[in-house]
């Protein structure tokens, strides 16, 4: 009985260690792309995507590894982010805190609903960005995006 009790708390360790293992490996949160305001180049916004199952809830961002000036999550409740987007006129497209707002996941946004969130996006404002770090938490796990931004788009 011991035997069978121990291969079985086994076997659930084993499984959810390669669970861990997969998430790590495969991050649901990708960096769509990025661009430049034309009214403001200290402006970037940075479209994100969910791909995983579940919610992902944003914790943190730096710019080349320190706090930017402001950092905000823009969600569109009908199209995609373009680089002539203005986010004060839009009323499709909202303004919030990074932490405020969780991230759905793509597969369960239906694109033909108008008024749900559809596209998200960071609003960060900061000179000169070259690195970008977003923290975030999946399934209650850690997770960290980090991506390098050219400076001719």
Sequence with gaps: MKKILFALLLSV???GAIFIVYLKS???LVMQSYMKMQDNTAVTLITLDNQG???IKLKQLLVNDKLPEHVGLVISKS????????LEESSEMS?????QVAMLPRQYIDPQA???PQHYAIQVIAPDIKKITIQYEYLN??????????SDQ
Excluded at 79 to 86: A, G, I, L, M, W
């Design 13 to 15: 360790v084993v499984v």
């Design 26 to 28: 495969n991050p649901p």
């Design 53 to 55: 199952l579940r919610e």
């Design 79 to 86: 199209e995609p982010f373009e680089v002539d987007t203005k």
């Design 95 to 99: 303004l919030h805190k990074l932490t």
């Design 114 to 116: 108008i008024g749900k």
């Design 141 to 150: 796990l850690p997770f960290t995006l980090t991506a390098e931004l050219h």
